[in-house]
């Protein structure tokens, strides 16, 4: 391997070899190579196993299972427009709740990290492949039969009807029906493919960087990622026996958690918790990473405080695995027991603002340049703030048992996950677009889209904080008059259908005629990387290799150069400097 | 606009009976304040860090920015949240020890126990008499009262906002709850934990009574079930009877003593009809005895809309009759 060649010189990609092989020799290395790289054609297609191919099917799948959650949450809203509406049965209301919940958490949440990371990782660390590109393939089609069988059964009226996290006995002994067996199967696969994804991601960062990218020198995503993958690791592991207990209860009779048979209800919950926390992490540290990516970009200038950013995202991994026992708190457990964990949930805020605050110092000393991608990520981070402060109210014990199980919860959790994770991620989505099809988006929709998501989101989920202190309990199919909800709730309802508004606009940011097309250059010799940037074209058309490329690959007879986002600052075009240089 | 929608909702004095804000309690009181306090904290933070963030955006570029980033990134990622998080701390957890084990007087406890979906109610009298009564609760004031909580299905959460926090309904155990009303009024109380089909119908009127009127009610509550005052009320009693509606519910001084559903000696003096769902009158008490399904999607109880109009009558009668 060579060395990195100066920065800045301006030499061909392909240096020749100091002893080249025969022309015909390299031709069939070349054709060799070729051929293990391509993406196979007709039906065999779907056989494909080429992260560029399984990333893209699993971003688009995830995106579909995002909007099937959606629909479902507009049908939540329509019920709940008025006291006492009958849309929905209450037995339908049930269903719909709770595949809103589980494919929101398990089919969008966590799935989109590891689809995005499968899709972009390697390009970002310089390799050419993830290290099981068949895993990934395997993952992705267990991640597909999951989540189809998942949402499938609500067409069936035989979906799932015990809330997201499922509490037995009532999804052991009192829904005898088949939709908690769907959920716990279902769940299987999805959990397979999130550990799957998992071990694949942090094999990834550890073993298939270059020569000369050390650790403390890989793009933050990848930290995130590392940090993400590992904590899928540990916290899936309790879901996985909670899931297999419950499913041995419901069909052999073997009383875990009925207390009938001496089992107890509460060991589910902290099984559930000890993953369920961590999940929340899992979903919100690789959207940071997103951040982490785009503000060094749009202040131009290298993140500040990497190592940081780097050991509070490590923090917030180790801290979330010791907060499960908020969920629990109006369980009757002591008091000593409650304190700790309130201070332990709130501790959580310190890693979390530092890296909010390395973002900021980042901002500070460098020069914005505004884009769509940071207007993202501005309303991602104001609208998390407010997540997080509401976070360190329900974390207060005595709050919380108000708090818990209402409306203020609900609004807590769609501020800290929305600005948390969705935000970031159309800010990526943005931000990467032009990787996948060469095009940018279009800025003027982005605008729109930024600013109907931003305004339906404040007005959907702030009147819902009222209207949990006003009494509202979660998961209520319908709700009498006089009790001052019915104004809240429609605002919700009205702010929930501006919120759905934005995705045609979403969609339709990549069919602007109007957006300008950058011309993406395929490496010779790494067809599998072709989607991913390398070069770009400088103003007169001519190939300009990244001025900060740190190392080199051989390929073939060629010595090719890649560009990574190094700590030093990110290397990907931004869309606003299309067609200009890349920096 | 939505701001003031928010704040005339919060501040407004529209009917609120299951709101946490208009504290009737000591300890919703307690935690009222505690979230009035956090509030004012957190949106003093909210606009202290977003305008840094516009700072930090849109301000023109420092001189040596690069000298301030560690003082930033330490004074705000860590001095900053480790200060307030310890006042915090320090404001709010002192009430916990009253709030999960508070010392209980002697005086009136009441068991109550989650059913899908309503609310099996028993006062246990200082003088030894078990009241057994279902979905009302009714309290007096100034005096501290220890709730037990069970279950023996699925898991529910009892919760009346107005006097204090909730607390879950975990079959296989007890928990407790002390309630300590200082406000005399009608609240109104909820399960909050997701039990099933019509967990959002499962509520329960609350009554906060002077001393005096309390122990009139409670008194009146022990008698057994009053005479039918007029023929059509009687027969209804002979048609609860003859249908087996003692079965499940029980009317004490009849031969009803069933178990499975509410005790309806005084069903009548309720405030609300099936767990605070329908209002206690003639019409819906029929209407209920027939369709239960229709008030109350997946009932337990079996639809009685089999015995005509007139038998129906006969027996919301005798129910409401039940004072």
Known sequence: MSASPSPGARSSDADPLDNPPPPALRRAQEERLLRAWKIPTGWRYWSAVNNTVVGLWYVALTLVFFLFGGILALAMRLQLAGAGNDFLSADLYSQVFTLHGSVMMFLFAIPIFEAVSIMFLPQMIGARELPFPRLSAFGFWAFAIGGTFLCGSIFFNAAPRGGWFMYPPLTSAYQPDIGADIWLLGFSFIEVAAIAAAVELIVGVLKCRPPGMRLNLVPLYAWYVLVAAFMVLFAFPPLIAGTILLELERAFGWPFFSPAGGGDPLLWQHLFWIFGHPEVYIIFLPSVALVAMIVPTAAQRPIVGYSWVVLSAIGTGFLSFGLWVHHMFTTGLPGITLALFSAASTAVAIPTGVQFFCFLATLLAGQLARSVPMLYVLGGLSTFVIGGLTGVMVAMAPFNFQAHDTFFVVAHLHTVLIGGAVFPLLAGLYYYFPLVNGKLLSDRLGRASFWLVFIGFNVTFMPMHVSGLLGMPRRVFTYPTGLSWETLNLVSTIGAFVLAAASPSSCGMSCDPRVRRLTLHAIPGTPVLSSGCRRCPDSHGASVRFPRSTGAIRCGSSRISFATTTRDGSSFPTPRKAGGRCS | ?323
């Open chain 2, 1 to 323: 606009m939505l701001v003031v929608v928010l704040v005339s909702t919060l501040t407004g004095c529209h009917a609120r009976p299951l709101s946490a804000l208009d504290a009737a309690g000591r300890d919703a009181e307690e935690i009222a304040r505690l979230f009035w306090w956090m509030t004012g904290a957190a949106a003093i933070i909210w606009v202290a860090v977003i305008s840094l963030t516009m700072y930090c955006a849109r301000g023109p570029r420092v001189q040596n920015a690069q000298r301030f980033t560690p003082l930033l990134i330490v004074g705000g990622g860590v001095a900053l949240p480790a200060v307030v998080l310890t006042a915090l701390l320090a404001l709010g957890l002192p009430s916990l020890p009253r709030l999960v084990d508070a010392p209980w007087t002697g005086h009136l406890s009441i068991a109550v126990s989650g059913e899908q979906w309503w609310w099996r109610v028993r006062y246990l009298t200082p003088a030894g008499g078990d009241i057994d009564l279902a979905n009302e609760i009714r309290l007096p004031i100034g005096e501290r009262v220890d709730v037990s909580l069970t279950s023996d299905n699925v898991i529910h959460s009892f919760w009346i906002p107005a006097i204090s926090g909730k607390v879950d309904m975990i079959p296989g155990r007890t928990t407790h709850l002390s309630l300590e009303p200082t406000r005399t009024g009608t609240f109104r109380g909820t399960c909050a934990e997701y039990c099933g089909t019509s967990h959002a119908l499962m509520a329960f009127p609350v009554v906060v009574l002077e001393h005096d009127a309390f122990d009139r009610w409670l008194a009146e509550q022990s008698q057994p079930a009053q005479a039918p005052a007029t023929s059509q009320a009687a027969r209804g009693g002979e048609l609860f009877l003859e249908n087996g509606c003692g079965a499940c519910h029980t009317i004490r001084g009849t031969p009803a003593a069933g178990v499975i559903g509410p005790d309806l000696t005084h069903v009548g003096s309720r405030m609300s009809l099936a767990a605070a769902t329908l209002p206690n009158e003639m019409a819906h008490m029929v209407n209920w005895i027939a369709e239960p399904e229709r008030a109350k999607p997946a009932a337990h109880m079996p639809a009685f809309g089999m015995l005509g109009a007139e038998q129906l009558h006969a027996l919301a009668a005798y129910l409401i009759g039940l004072r």
